[in-house]
């Protein structure tokens, strides 16, 4: 078995690519194939039906958005809201090692692939270098580095073990604190789901501006942090 993983190792981010297609496909064939008329409707039955294997693999994709459907539907009783952390959690586990063991044995094709992020990767280094394990537990929460700091942190010498259990720990507490708040204020956001549904050319216009202001945001962070640990260095 060690053997099979140390020839596969190479190839990660080739077999997370077709995964990600043979998901994809799967998730719209039974979206087509759904016993109930209306796409939102065949959107819950999809939910409901698959919803911790759609969990899983959104947690591998780092995206919130399956976290917040994962407290909704622990809040509505269609999830059990602890598997629903304990399944993303895993999700967004092996999602940070692929792209760990993409940067740790595929060193050539991401700099060839990744020449337009020098710049990330550099600042990823830097972050490790002077904060060390912490970096970790936080890249998830740093927008527009959180696949970058993996697969950088792969391309050094650090230990897959330790970040390993530190990614794990840090997964399930990255899942727990996205849908913890989301099943609690459940009644809330459905009521503000539904209002948005209503009044759809008055939400999406807040959802931009909301959306835009926040990865200006995190991108001005980021670049001041970027200049701090340069000045620093």
């Known amino acids: 078995m060690k053997e099979l993983f140390r020839k596969i190792q190479p190839y990660s981010g080739k077999i ?72 993303a959690g895993l999700g967004g586990f092996a999602g940070d090692q692929v792209y760990f063991y993409i940067g ?20 990823a ?14 890249q998830r929460y740093m927008y527009g580095m959180r696949t970058i700091i993996p697969i950088s942190i792969g391309l050094t010498r650090y230990d897959a073990r330790m970040f390993a259990f530190i990614n794990l720990i840090s997964a399930w507490c990255w899942a727990a604190i996205t849908i913890v708040p989301v099943w609690y204020f459940g009644n809330e956001i459905l009521e503000l789901l539904h209002w948005a549904k209503e009044h759809w050319y008055l939400a999406i ?21 970027e200049k701090r640990i340069k000045d620093e260095n």
């Not at 819950?44 to 399956?66: H, P, R, T």
């Not at 280094?125 to 970096?135: F, Q």
């Not at 216009?205 to 991108?219: H, L």
């Open 125 to 138: 280094h830097l972050l490790l270098k002077k904060h060390g394990w912490p970096i970790i537990f936080v």
């Open 104 to 123: 740790r044995f595929n060193k050539a094709s991401v700099h060839r692939k990744f020449k337009g992020q020098r710049r990330k990767f550099a600042l």
């Open 205 to 225: 216009p807040i959802a931009v501006i909301f959306g835009g202001s926040i990865i200006y945001y995190f991108n001005k962070a980021t670049k001041k942090v």
């Open 16 to 87: 997370f690519a077709v995964s990600v297609i043979l998901f994809f496909s799967f998730l719209a064939y039974n979206l087509y194939m759904a016993p109930v008329e209306g796409f939102d409707e065949k959107f819950v039955y999809l939910l409901k039906k698959y919803g911790y294997i759609i969990l899983f693999a959104w947690g591998m994709l780092e995206g919130e958005a399956g976290l917040v459907m994962a407290g909704l539907l622990s809040h509505t009783g269609d999830m059990n809201l602890y598997l629903a952390i304990f399944v």
